[in-house]
């Protein structure tokens, strides 16, 4: 406090006293203001007084628990008696403008990153911008730049097909640059898979991916694809995530040791 009193808070209306109160003088109004505020607490230092315009303050004591803390301003209103019920109601009426909230139990969502819209007029961030209006809004997005699949380097015909495979069938979920961040992705709970972290990849063997593929992941968007992608088309899908997104463990092996045998 003597600290706030002499130099002042930088951005704020409180201005340092240091030219015009002395040491003795700054240490004396904040001995003051701890003593009779902060410990004494006077009703006449109060803020909800007859002189504030708050004369009877106590008429609305059923709010007071709210006010405080005390009770949850977000407690099943079964719990509530009747009083505590009325004392919600005059609290979220006269007093939540200035005291907000005491407590919540549950602080909620403060900031959700999911999208709000799909692509609007059909736009698409994938089509040559020649042959889709521009949307300013649609376009301006931090989904578009997962859009772009990577270039790949002196790609195989294997890597190709795969290439192929996994953009049609997987890039709608799993976002062509393989993150899983882009629009429809950042809807689907959970969360496509992302492709390119170490964090989920580095475990990844083939024989995993292969499973996965195969027979999906129950209870998730991730469906099963052995009826419609042939074995080999699934072993060019592993090659390209292994080229493109992260290089996979024992890709090279026999098939038997779960490699793509070429
Ligand atoms: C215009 C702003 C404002 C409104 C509206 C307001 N308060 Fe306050 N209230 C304050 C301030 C400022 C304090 C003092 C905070 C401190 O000293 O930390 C306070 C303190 C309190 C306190 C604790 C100290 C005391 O005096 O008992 C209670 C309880 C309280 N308010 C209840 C209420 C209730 C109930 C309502 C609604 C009927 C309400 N307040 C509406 C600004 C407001
Ligand atoms: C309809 C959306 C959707 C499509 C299409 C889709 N996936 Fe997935 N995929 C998911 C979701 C969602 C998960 C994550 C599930 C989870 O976290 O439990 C996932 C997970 C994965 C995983 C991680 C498995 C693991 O064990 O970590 C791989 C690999 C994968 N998908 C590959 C593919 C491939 C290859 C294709 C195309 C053949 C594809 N996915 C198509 C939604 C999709």
């Known amino acids: 406090m003597i600290a706030a009193v002499t130099r002042g808070k930088p951005g704020t209306a409180m201005q340092g006293f ?59 209103v079964d ?9 919600r109601r ?28 799909f692509p609007r007029n059909r736009y698409s961030h994938r089509a040559p ?23 790949l380097n002196n790609p195989t015909p294997r890597e190709r097909e795969g290439e192929r495979l996994f953009q049609q069938n997987c890039a709608f979920c799993h976002a ?36 996965v593929i195969r027979n999906g992941l129950p209870g998730t968007t991730m469906s099963a694809w052995k009826s419609v992608l042939s074995p080999s088309q699934i072993n060019s899908i592993i090659a390209y995530i292994n080229k493109a997104f992260y290089p996979i463990r024992n890709l090279q092996g026999k098939k038997e040791n779960g490699g793509l045998d070429r």
């Open 18 to 76: 240091a030219n015009t109160l002395n040491k003795e003088e700054i240490e004396a109004v904040v001995d003051f203001v701890r003593r009779e505020f902060m410990q004494n607490k006077a009703p006449n230092t109060a803020y909800h007084t007859k002189e504030n315009g708050w004369p009877n303050h106590r008429q609305y004591a059923p709010a007071f628990p709210f006010a405080l803390g005390q009770i949850a301003l977000d407690e099943p």
């Open 79 to 87: 719990n509530l008696t009747e009083q505590q019920r009325l004392g």
């Open 90 to 117: 005059i609290f979220m009426q006269s007093c939540v403008t200035c005291h907000d909230r005491g407590r919540v139990h549950d602080e909620g969502v403060i900031w959700d990153p999911r999208p709000v819209s």
């Open 129 to 151: 911008e020649a042959s889709t209006p521009t949307d300013v809004t649609s376009s301006a997005t931090p989904y578009a730049r997962h859009e772009q699949a990577p270039v």
């Open 176 to 211: 062509p640059d393989g993150t899983g961040k882009n629009w429809i992705g950042s809807f689907l709970e959970p969360h496509p898979r992302n492709l390119t972290d170490p964090e989920n990849m580095r475990e990844m063997t083939a024989e995993r991916l292969r499973g």
